[in-house]
């Protein structure tokens, strides 16, 4: 796996309340931010009698030991938070929570994928609950992460981890690793295909041609793959021949055979974690910056990566990513010289520019910290640093100095400090948002229950299609959500949750 970083902890500072989780890339990076606090998500409840409790007792086999990539004690979320839930339910809930359009539901969701946990009991259900987390990482394009998964999991227990796996060293260009277990294993080769592939890049172009050859005889492979494992075999044979026809939903392996062959088409149509395969250099740059604004906008990619590709060079056109290059590059030299004026001309340019791709939460991760070391000239560049200081994890902070004017500035800024209710509602989305911070907000009794029952990761997902609901108008179970996830210690969540959905425009 080419992480080169430790899984560390994932948690972002909100006093007095539980520490939250940051995106998913972040995980992996070197530096542990400033103030980490230890685990004080979800901590078990203070006794209300003086009687000894009682001991449920569960013999050790029984329980499967837990999977994942970030420790309880990072995460905050127990062991233990899928142990009364359905598999089949939980692996449903997981494929379809809609997390696209609120980055703070990414977050949570990427926590919940990577947290060590143990599946409900039974062997099928571990599998059902693995492959369920693994899919909806490739999904959301973290292909590495979900490559890590699997390989902590255990890569060549089944068929079926395998075959993601395979996949996913394709798409990262892990491939070699893969095919030295496939070698070893050849009963978990997906295909013939793939066994063609990784002798010939294992070296062994003998056995290849070989195992090409009976696929020919036996017609075990479609017509289209085996053309093209013959131009892969065998290129010097196809000097000057038409290309081959583009395969309209190609897997990764037809995908790194067509770049071999020197036919590597676009992956803007293709799942998002193909985009994974155009952050390697052998993608030109303009490649690289779409699929790093691509994978960025779901979490899949560090907004730090994504500065470090929009820096690489110079923009080399205009029109599209080049303008949004050209703009964050400006901003970026204006911050450097702490020219207010230059800061004030091309801020809400480059802000313009990160809406156009809904990359506004990534942009203030960024620079929100040095917007707010600026003294910026004039009411317009105060109040939009200010709503960009908002959507980063400094937004407690930046509560605390508001500008003197601005539209719901008073709103926004109690709703940050985490008591909307002390201010007047600025509409009915506001009230709906108060009335889920309020002082003993109720939950839905099936949440109400599910908790009672031990089913904490079944109530989050729940929580987060009521959200979702909440977002796009039904605004009880607005209400519903941000009261769920205070009430499970998902504080911060709730907080950055309900910022993004008053600061973005996601219509």
């Not at 209400?479 to 973005?504: P, Y």
Request: contains cysteine; proline residues 8%.
């Amino acid at each position: 796996m080419r992480i080169n970083a430790t899984f560390l902890a994932l948690l972002l500072p909100c006093s007095a309340f539980a520490q939250e989780p940051m995106s998913v890339i972040d995980w992996l990076s070197l530096d542990r931010p400033a103030g980490m606090a230890g685990r004080v998500l979800l901590e078990p409840p203070v006794t209300d009698t003086a009687l000894n409790s009682e001991i449920a007792v569960s013999p050790l086999e029984s329980q499967a030991s837990p999977v994942g990539l970030v420790p309880e004690s990072a995460t905050g979320l127990p062991a233990n938070m899928w142990d009364t839930s359905d598999a089949d339910t939980l692996a449903q809930l997981i494929a379809q929570a809609p997390v696209l359009d609120t980055p703070a539901m990414q977050t949570l969701l990427y926590t919940v994928l990577l947290s060590e946990t143990r599946p409900p009991p039974g062997k099928q259900a571990a599998e059902t609950m693995l492959l369920a987390r693994i899919d909806r990482l490739l999904d959301l394009g973290a292909t590495d992460p979900a490559q890590a998964l699997i390989q902590h999991a255990g890569a060549s227990n089944t068929n079926a981890r395998f075959s993601r796996w395979f996949d996913a060293t394709l798409l990262t260009g892990d491939e070699d690793r893969s095919c030295a277990v496939l070698s070893s294993t050849p009963h978990l080769a997906p295909d013939y295909a793939a066994r063609i592939f990784c002798s010939a890049r294992g070296g062994d172009w003998s056995t290849a041609a070989l195992l090409l050859e009976a696929a020919h005889a036996l017609e075990i492979l479609p017509p289209e793959t085996l053309a093209l494992l013959d131009r892969f075999l065998s290129p010097e044979m196809f000097d000057g021949a038409p290309a081959l026809p583009t395969p309209t939903r190609p897997d990764p392996l037809n995908f790194r055979m067509f770049e071999a062959i020197g036919e590597r088409y676009p992956t803007a149509s293709l799942p998002r974690a193909f985009a994974t395969a155009d952050l390697r250099d052998v993608a030109g740059w303009k490649a690289q910056l779409e699929a790093a604004e691509r994978l960025a906008r779901t979490g899949a990619l560090s907004p730090n990566r994504l500065l470090g590709i929009y820096s690489e060079r110079l923009p080399a056109a205009s029109g599209g990513v080049w303008d949004r290059v050209a703009a964050l590059q400006r901003f970026e030299t204006a911050l450097d010289t702490g020219n207010p004026d230059a800061i004030a001309k091309t801020l809400p340019i480059v802000w313009a520019a990160m809406q156009d791709v809904r990359l506004e939460v990534p942009f203030a991760v960024l620079f929100s910290e040095r917007l707010a070391a600026q003294d910026l000239n004039g009411p317009a560049s105060t109040e939009l640093a200010y709503r960009i200081r908002l959507l980063s994890s400094g937004y407690e902070l930046a509560a605390q100095n508001p500008p003197a004017s601005g539209e719901n500035i008073e709103y926004l800024a109690a709703l940050a400090q985490g008591e909307p209710g002390r201010v007047p509602a600025p509409n009915t989305t506001a009230q709906a948002i108060s009335d889920g911070f309020a002082t003993g907000a109720s939950l839905p009794t099936e949440l109400e229950q599910g908790l009672k029952g031990g089913q904490l990761g079944w109530v989050i997902l729940e929580a987060m299609e009521l959200f979702d609901s909440g977002a796009n108008g039904n605004l009880v179970d607005l209400t519903n959500a941000l009261a769920t996830f205070r009430s499970v210690g998902l504080e911060d969540t709730a907080r950055r949750a309900a910022l993004q959905l008053m600061l973005l425009d996601r219509t």
